[in-house]
């Protein structure tokens, strides 16, 4: 059975129904096109399709928990993020749900589905997690309680977007306002569009103006609707666009919902209130920071002659791209001639980003600069981890 929801009079309609294969040999139905409103409900609610949680106490216990996505391509570029800043999950048994750090001996690790992880966040079950963006705004629903302790971990980079036809009423329609300007939309015949995002959907659509919108939730294969009859546009995640462009979708200019990728985000009560919680994300956000500011860095090393380290120095800074973090460092290198030590050579190290290596060796060549050595660069820490001070402000401390 179906039901929808009028927005506060703005004629966007949620529907939500059951899954046409839950029973056997039923047949695929299309939605209903009775729209049903019930005003006295919470938008919440029906949105998400769940309850919202309850208030809670947290549970009382002295481990800290860290939920991480339990299964695909989030989970395996998590654990290989967590292992590159040498936080390997130790997990005995794969069947298991849980697991720990051995570098962080007061830590559980919790896999679960990410939604999940926002959830129990919320309700004092987990202390920590890493989902994506998009997961934390769509579940969390602008919680005060979620804080995104580290808003770019590299991966899981995509964008929630609205998609329309190529073809047919909406050829020439390139924006998502010439969308909300189109007449055809009425109370009687709402523009239908599928979503999974049932909370940043309607939210972002009734935003930009659209006021006769119906919503169908569905997860997977949004792409096919369009093309089945069955919605007229899609509101879904985005990475390369290509499967938009095989399906004869495209996006529309201003559609963008938001931008997502992987982050680090904890229970504020937690950090707050619970032994060991602002601890184990203090020494897991210096390990994230230092790795991620290194990654796509290098080390060139490589010998000048010159009359002293200052003149050399001189030479180096006078290339824009071999200032390295602070400057270079120039350091004497000694050898033996007629049995007397000398210095003939100076030894500079720089870093310099892996993209302009090999520009920035033409450049040591072209002052003098030979036997050039490179090598990666695992972490950088600095003096203070930026987005430490940041969460220390947020928290009042």
């Known amino acids: 059975m179906a039901a929808s929801l009028d927005l506060t009079g703005t004629g966007v309609i949620l529907h939500s129904s059951t899954s046409p294969f839950a029973g056997n040999n039923r047949k695929l139905k299309r939605p209903s096109p009775n729209l049903i409103s019930f005003p006295c409900c919470s938008a919440a609610t029906v949105i998400a399709g769940d309850v919202e949680p309850p208030e809670t106490t947290q549970v009382d216990r002295s481990v800290v928990r860290l939920g991480l996505p339990s299964k695909g391509r989030m989970s395996d570029e998590t654990l290989n993020l967590l292992k590159s800043c040498q936080l390997s999950v130790r997990k005995p048994n794969p ?220 030479r180096v800074l006078s290339q824009t791209s071999l200032s390295g973090l602070q400057g270079p460092t120039v350091s004497p290198v000694y050898c033996l001639c007629d049995g007397k030590v000398e210095v003939d050579y100076y030894a500079i190290n720089i870093v310099v980003p892996q993209k302009s290596l090999y520009k920035s060796i033409q450049q040591l060549r072209s002052i003098g600069g030979s036997g050039v050595l490179v090598s990666k660069i695992t972490y950088i820490f600095d003096e203070e981890t930026p987005r430490w001070r940041k969460l220390l402000t947020h928290l009042g401390m």
């Not at 959830?119 to 920590?128: E, M, V």
């Not at 009423?169 to 909300?180: A, G, H, Q, R, Y």
């Not at 659509?205 to 009859?229: N, Q």
Request: glycine residues 8%; charged residues 25%; hydrophobic residues 40%.
């Open 95 to 314: 069947r298991q749900y849980t697991a720990d750090i051995p570098l962080l001996p007061n830590l559980e690790v919790w896999f679960q589905r990410p939604k999940d992880i926002v959830r129990k966040l919320q309700l004092g079950d987990l202390d920590l997690g890493i989902v994506g963006y998009d997961t934390v705004s769509e579940y969390g629903q602008g919680s005060d309680d979620l804080v995104i302790v580290h808003d770019a971990l590299e991966f899981g980079a995509c964008r929630l977007s609205v998609a329309i036809p190529k073809e047919g009423i909406f050829k020439n329609i390139n924006s998502i306002d010439e969308l909300s300007r189109m007449t055809q939309w009425t109370a009687e015949r709402p523009l239908r569009v599928v979503t999974g995002f049932t909370y940043l959907g309607p939210k972002f659509l009734k935003a930009k103006g659209l006021k006769h919108v119906a919503i169908t939730t569905a997860d997977g294969a949004l792409e096919s609707y369009p093309a089945m009859g069955t919605a007229d546009v899609i509101v879904d995640l985005v990475s390369s666009g290509t499967t938009l462009r095989e399906n004869n979708l495209k996006e529309v200019e201003g559609g963008t919902v938001l931008q997502s990728q992987a982050v680090l985000v904890a229970s504020k009560r937690s950090l707050s209130s619970r032994e060991g919680v602002l601890e184990i994300t203090h020494e897991m956000l210096e390990r994230l920071e230092a790795h991620l500011r290194a990654t796509g860095e290098i080390m060139v090393t490589a010998n000048m002659r010159g009359d002293n380290a200052e003149e050399v120095a001189h």
